[in-house]
């Protein structure tokens, strides 16, 4: 892509439209980018455009790779891309036993309180999704804001119907940790539920 930059300037964007329909090669963009973000640099410029031009493809995999390196901090993306890939990333990989890593991966109260995480984790049936989300609400110190979102959208209801359909220990524990959220207090950390 540097090569086709620098010596046919005037067809770069036909090129890079090439590419950004080549799942293959933008797994690669992608994974690289990762490996770049987790040794603390800034993915190039160059790569974040394909990769944005990239979801278009609708692949889960590709998708998937994306949001993280879009979400890495050093790649914080604007509050319209962000809500764009975290809906179409969660709605792809539905089925992905690890979708709860989306959650873990947002930092900070505006990610964690956008409409479009809220109605996410508000959909979800899975415990471990719900559990991460607390637990990040708590950890990004976004425990206040969460307070009035958690009255406003029913939480509290909706956790309760749910364990009410699948009575398992974590249902217990997402009831718990929401009793204390819900007053605006985090819950103590290292503490049982029982």
Request: charged share 25%.
């Amino acid at each position: 892509r540097k090569m086709c930059k620098e010596r046919y300037p005037e067809r770069f964007d036909e090129i890079s439209s090439h590419f950004a329909q080549s799942v293959p090669l933008l797994k690669r963009i992608a994974q690289k980018s990762r490996l770049e973000c987790a040794h603390s640099c800034v993915s190039a410029v160059d790569d974040i455009e394909i990769l944005s031009k990239g979801l278009a493809t609708g692949d889960p995999e590709l998708v998937w790779e994306t949001y993280f390196v879009f979400m890495s901090k050093l790649n914080r993306p604007s509050s319209e891309t962000f809500q764009g890939v975290f809906l179409q990333c969660w709605k792809l990989n539905a089925s992905n036993g690890q979708l709860w890593k989306m959650i873990r991966k947002l930092d900070g109260a505006a990610f964690l309180t956008s409409e479009a995480v809220v109605q996410s984790v508000l959909s979800s049936k899975r415990p471990d999704i719900w559990l991460a989300y607390l637990d990040r609400i708590v950890e990004c110190k976004a425990v206040h804001d969460f307070a009035d979102i958690c009255r406003d959208m029913d939480f509290v209801e909706t956790a309760s119907r749910l364990k009410g359909e699948a009575p398992d220990s974590d249902w217990k524990r997402v009831s718990w940790v929401l009793g204390y959220l819900e007053e605006g207090q985090p819950y103590p950390l290292g503490v049982g539920d029982s």
